[in-house]
């Protein structure tokens, strides 16, 4: 991965707000949008879902997620070309009141001030996911798989080339 990329990458993540949350419900897949906040490490993401919305059941129910975030489309421009990041991870709750949550509540109202009011809701909860894996696609036939070790170096690293060993490079 070169610099350019790895930039992309760590850009898209903590820039973008939107994501697709994949989750199991009685052994069905169901995608959803939510809003999501990342650490600057991207150690950990953040979402604020309600308990009554199909995908926070799944969560709870089994813990293990996918977030999908990409490029915003554009007419100039082919889809399959956009950046995107898959990642899976594990869910949990944070709570209420604990450090871990008032710090993942001040980075969540960071990039999403205007939710400060469903803070208020009692139906709603603040979950931190965290990357075990993910897929970034920096383009078309530009593929990077990371395990959790190899997704830490990229963040630690910033937009510099790495100095340990990296993801594979991979074309699909």
């Not at 939107?18 to 990342?38: C, D, F, H, Q």
């Not at 999403?112 to 709603?124: E, G, K, M, R, Y």
């Not at 894996?133 to 170096?153: H, L, P, V």
């Amino acid at each position: 991965m070169d610099q350019s990329d790895r930039q992309t990458l760590i850009s898209l993540v903590r820039e973008r707000s939107l994501a697709a949350l994949g989750t199991t419900i009685e052994g069905n897949p169901v995608v959803s949008m939510v809003l999501y906040a990342s650490e600057p490490d991207l150690s950990y993401l953040y979402l604020h879902v309600s308990r009554l919305a199909q995908h926070t059941r799944g969560m709870l129910a089994q813990p293990r997620v996918g977030l999908l975030i990409c490029q915003p489309d554009r007419a100039s421009r082919n889809p399959l070309t956009l950046a995107r990041v898959s990642l899976q991870g594990v869910a949990a709750p944070l709570t209420g009141g604990s450090p871990e949550f008032e710090h993942a509540r001040t980075c969540y109202l960071g990039m999403h001030p205007t939710a400060v009011i469903n803070f208020q809701l009692p139906d709603f909860l603040l979950v931190g996911v965290r990357p075990e894996s993910a897929r970034f696609i920096a383009g078309f036939g530009k593929i990077f798989d990371f395990d959790r070790e190899s997704w830490a170096q990229v963040a630690a690293n910033g937009p510099g080339p790495s100095t340990a060993p990296g993801p594979s490079d991979r074309a699909e």
